[in-house]
């Protein structure tokens, strides 16, 4: 069964865990579809991604790029023609097609935002309905620790 994830962001922004993030799963040898409902925010860590780190960056595509199949990591506006992901990314609420297409789904949100917060609990519930157990993750102190949902 697909292991579903759910991050709530309070500490810090989504610039500081993406990439750390993007970078455990990718050497774990996953393909990643990380996907975006807005083409600007999807602009902007296409940019993001090269240049975030001194030391490093993430070599990645877009679904406008040719041959994007073939690199481990895809940033898209949809799920038509991705590189065939293990894991499924999102920041902005998108709401895969189909759950079990995926081995793992992660979604993280603004936790501090309440609008989007009540978004992601949508999400939650609609997921869960559906038989699926859900793992949510709460920013604190000493790290993320799982939580339920609120």
Not at 80 to 103: A, Q, R, S, W
Not at 137 to 147: L, V
């Amino acid at each position: 069964m697909t292991d579903i994830n759910f991050y709530k962001l309070t500490r810090s922004s989504f610039e500081k865990l993406v990439p750390r993030l993007l970078e455990k799963i990718l050497n774990e040898g996953s393909s990643v579809a990380f996907l975006f409902k807005e083409k600007e925010r999807l602009k902007y860590f296409d940019e993001f991604l090269w240049v975030y780190s001194a030391e490093s960056f993430l070599p990645h595509s877009t679904d406008n790029d040719f041959n994007n199949k073939l690199q481990p990591l895809l940033l898209a506006l949809d799920e038509k023609n991705l590189n065939n992901p293990d894991v499924f990314i999102t920041i902005e609420g998108f709401y895969p097609e189909c759950l079990n297409k995926y081995k793992k789904i992660i979604d993280i949100f603004d936790g501090k935002n309440k609008e989007t917060f009540n978004d992601a609990l949508v999400r939650v519930e609609n997921i869960k309905n559906k038989g699926y157990k859900v793992n949510c993750w709460k920013q604190e102190n000493t790290g993320w620790e799982i939580t339920e949902f609120k």
